[in-house]
């Protein structure tokens, strides 16, 4: 592994030389070398994680079917992944707040359950609050090995992957590559053509 620290001066609060930037090469197995890179400010608290895959990849869907002997699979998820896991109808999509990560699939879980009990804490009905409370309990029992789920991700600058024999890839469409949110401004010159 190969880790590089620099003092630079924080973009959010203007502070001089208070913001460390790590980057660090980490090469993945049956995946390539990813660099990722942390951005954390000692004076305003600002944190951003990045991951940069150093090889070109194509457009990619991984599929793993998630219970005790997966939780462990590594996985590399790039700003620009959208994570489903549909039995419980959660999808996360890349946006302003996304960031990359390299975790295991226990991981991915639990950022789902930080982001519901966000939600439950955002809801105002209480039927709202009830079933985000069920799907978080679902998750536990997901992250303990005691429910089955499948976890989806899909990206289409094929910059995230799974790594565990059981993880099915496959290649994105290009019908699929223009559903999916890339987190970045997209001209959709197609959808004006049609409305002619
Ligand atoms: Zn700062």
Known sequence: ?????????????????????????????????????????????????????????????????????????RVVKSQSATIRIP??????????????????????????????????????????KEKASEILEMLREVRGGKRNVTVIIEDPFGQSFVGHPSAVREKLSDEEIKSLKTGFLVFESDKIDEED
Do not use: H, W
Request: glycine share 6%; with cysteine.
């Open 1 to 73: 592994m190969n880790q590089q620290n620099m003092k630079i001066d924080c973009p959010v609060c203007s502070g001089e030389k208070c913001m460390t930037a790590i980057s660090r090469v980490e090469k993945i197995p049956y995946f390539g070398e990813i660099m990722e890179s942390v951005l954390i400010c000692s004076r305003c608290g600002y944190r951003s994680t990045d991951i940069i895959c150093l090889e070109q990849k194509e457009p990619s869907r991984y599929t793993i079917e998630v219970g005790d002997k997966t939780l462990n699979a």
């Open 87 to 128: 039995e419980l109808g959660l999808k996360v999509e890349p946006g302003p707040r996304s960031t990359g990560y390299i975790s295991n699939i226990e991981g991915v879980v639990e950022r789902f359950e930080t982001a519901v009990k966000t939600a439950i804490n955002l809801f105002e009905e209480d039927e709202s």
